[in-house]
Protein backbone atom coordinates (compact mmCIF):
# COMPACT_ATOMS: atom_id res chain seq x y z
CA UNK A 1 0.00 0.00 0.00
CA UNK A 2 1.45 3.23 -1.30
CA UNK A 3 1.29 6.76 0.65
CA UNK A 4 -0.81 9.89 -1.54
CA UNK A 5 1.98 12.10 -2.12
CA UNK A 6 0.32 15.18 -1.53
CA UNK A 7 3.18 17.78 -0.78
CA UNK A 8 2.39 20.56 -3.21
CA UNK A 9 1.16 24.10 -3.12
CA UNK A 10 -0.29 26.20 -5.94
CA UNK A 11 0.87 29.63 -5.58
CA UNK A 12 0.35 32.71 -7.54
CA UNK A 13 1.82 36.31 -8.11
CA UNK A 14 0.41 39.50 -9.20
CA UNK A 15 1.77 40.15 -12.66
CA UNK A 16 1.75 44.13 -13.25
CA UNK A 17 2.53 43.85 -9.67
CA UNK A 18 5.89 42.06 -9.91
CA UNK A 19 7.78 41.05 -6.29
CA UNK A 20 6.12 43.88 -4.35
CA UNK A 21 2.79 42.25 -3.38
CA UNK A 22 3.19 38.65 -1.29
CA UNK A 23 2.15 35.85 -2.66
CA UNK A 24 -1.16 33.73 -2.73
CA UNK A 25 -1.85 30.56 -2.14
CA UNK A 26 -4.76 27.79 -3.29
CA UNK A 27 -7.23 26.72 -0.70
CA UNK A 28 -9.23 23.84 -2.28
CA UNK A 29 -12.87 23.28 -1.51
CA UNK A 30 -14.26 20.42 -1.22
CA UNK A 31 -18.06 18.90 -0.71
CA UNK A 32 -18.66 16.72 2.56
CA UNK A 33 -17.75 13.59 0.17
CA UNK A 34 -14.92 14.88 -1.10
CA UNK A 35 -15.68 16.10 -4.64
CA UNK A 36 -13.21 18.93 -5.95
CA UNK A 37 -15.61 22.71 -5.85
CA UNK A 38 -13.51 25.08 -6.46
CA UNK A 39 -10.36 27.17 -4.96
CA UNK A 40 -10.19 30.28 -2.90
CA UNK A 41 -6.23 32.22 -2.80
CA UNK A 42 -5.90 33.01 0.50
CA UNK A 43 -2.49 35.28 1.89
CA UNK A 44 -1.83 32.20 4.13
CA UNK A 45 0.92 29.59 3.70
CA UNK A 46 0.12 27.63 6.31
CA UNK A 47 -3.55 27.78 5.72
CA UNK A 48 -3.12 26.46 2.18
CA UNK A 49 -4.30 23.25 1.14
CA UNK A 50 -1.82 20.62 0.47
CA UNK A 51 -2.18 18.63 -3.15
CA UNK A 52 -0.64 15.82 -5.04
CA UNK A 53 0.60 16.95 -8.45
CA UNK A 54 -2.74 15.93 -10.06
CA UNK A 55 -4.77 17.79 -7.56
CA UNK A 56 -2.55 21.22 -7.94
CA UNK A 57 -3.48 20.90 -11.95
CA UNK A 58 -7.05 20.59 -11.15
CA UNK A 59 -6.98 23.79 -8.98
CA UNK A 60 -5.10 25.59 -11.64
CA UNK A 61 -7.38 24.92 -14.44
CA UNK A 62 -10.49 25.60 -12.50
CA UNK A 63 -9.02 29.20 -11.70
CA UNK A 64 -7.92 30.12 -15.19
CA UNK A 65 -11.49 28.66 -16.21
CA UNK A 66 -13.55 30.55 -13.58
CA UNK A 67 -11.80 33.21 -12.21
CA UNK A 68 -12.32 36.02 -14.55
CA UNK A 69 -8.84 38.30 -13.83
CA UNK A 70 -6.42 34.63 -13.91
CA UNK A 71 -4.50 36.37 -16.55
CA UNK A 72 -3.24 38.94 -14.14
CA UNK A 73 -1.65 36.37 -11.97
CA UNK A 74 1.41 34.09 -12.28
CA UNK A 75 0.21 30.61 -11.13
CA UNK A 76 2.89 27.84 -10.39
CA UNK A 77 3.20 24.66 -8.17
CA UNK A 78 5.84 24.67 -5.57
CA UNK A 79 6.64 22.01 -3.45
CA UNK A 80 5.59 22.56 0.60
CA UNK A 81 8.75 23.18 1.77
CA UNK A 82 9.81 26.30 -0.78
Known amino acids: ?8 LVQQNKIVDGASKP ?19 IKSKDKASVLTI ?14 PNARE ?3 KIICVGQ
Not at 54 to 67: D, V
Open 1 to 8: MSEIDQRY
Open 23 to 41: PVFAKVMRSKEGVFEGVSF
Open 54 to 67: EQANEAIAWANRKK
Open 73 to 75: YQT
